[in-house]
């Protein structure tokens, strides 16, 4: 027996599928990102290397960045060691370990082709060495320079979510609601929102995944100049209409948020996801008030409370 009504037998899978979810799984995590572990792939994918640097975080990529220096240097330095450190003149060192730090940082000068002069190669090998670093080092630098700009060229969303949903008070009834925000100080104009609910329904003895489009108080808006609580009535045609918590965690129910907009920074359409489980959804709450006017009489918008809700009696 299906615990959601559903409006026709259309094609409703979202691209998930309809595997049922199980241990109080997400399909999609809060950032936007699916909750899918894929196995089975070869170990070395040069094709997903750019993808998978363009698209880290920051602190992974120039961690990355770092430790490729540092071993480069690093295999270099014992290269040089390894061809005479008396190769080198101007290395003053006396000791094994000042051996490896004069060709490390002789490295360092000669794969950035800065060369300040104090140690230079002496000998064919030694000067061979140099030539093919000095050579390697600019490709890599070139290469990190235009990873660089594909990351600070990629047009994203930086949308900030509510933490939960609330079901409010709407229009003498009540609304399904989330709230969300711009970060950044660009105009995304044209926004347009899809809201899906997901659940685990028992078709002939089987659990399968369903997919229901929720109908939004409005889907498209203009300008996100300000925050935009985007609602859902709770009428007699939808499908959460009367159900409780209990049935809620039951379906295990999961709302997938899809959001497109058109940055006109860059000229792109650009887009961002989220999710919201069964236990984000609070009943009986609305979202606190989050703009205020300065002394000035100016409209303030506090986006560190996008997600403050208020407990109605």
Known sequence: MALFK?????????????????????????????????????????????????????????????????????????????????????????????HFFDAFFFSAQTISTVGYGHISPDGFLTS????????????????ATGLLYGRFSRPTAKVVYSENMVIA?????????????????????????????SYNELVEGQKKRRFYPLDLERTKVGLLTMSWTVVHPIDENSPIYEKTPAELAEAEVEILVLLKAFDDTFSQTVHSRTSYKDENIVHDAKFATIFSRDSNGQLTLDLSRIGDIEHLD
């Open 169 to 197: 008070p709407y229009k003498q009834i009540k609304g399904l609601m989330f709230r969300l925000a711009n970060l950044r100080n660009n105009q995304l104009i044209e926004i347009e929102v899809q809201v899906v609910l």
């Open 128 to 143: 061979c060495l140099a030539a093919f670093e000095s050579m390697l080092g600019l490709l890599a630098f070139a290469l």
């Open 6 to 98: 559903r409006k026709s037998q259309i094609d409703d899978d979202l691209g998930f599928g309809t595997q049922p979810i199980t241990g109080d799984q997400r399909m999609m995590n809060t950032d936007g990102s699916s909750n899918i572990r894929r196995i089975g792939l070869p170990l070395i994918r040069s094709s997903d290397t750019y993808n998978w640097l363009i698209s880290m975080t920051w602190k992974k990529f120039l961690f990355i960045l770092l430790i490729a220096y540092l071993l480069v240097n690093t295999l270099f330095a014992c290269l040089y060691v390894v061809i005479g450190i008396e190769h080198l003149k101007g290395a003053g060192g006396i000791t094994a370990r000042d």
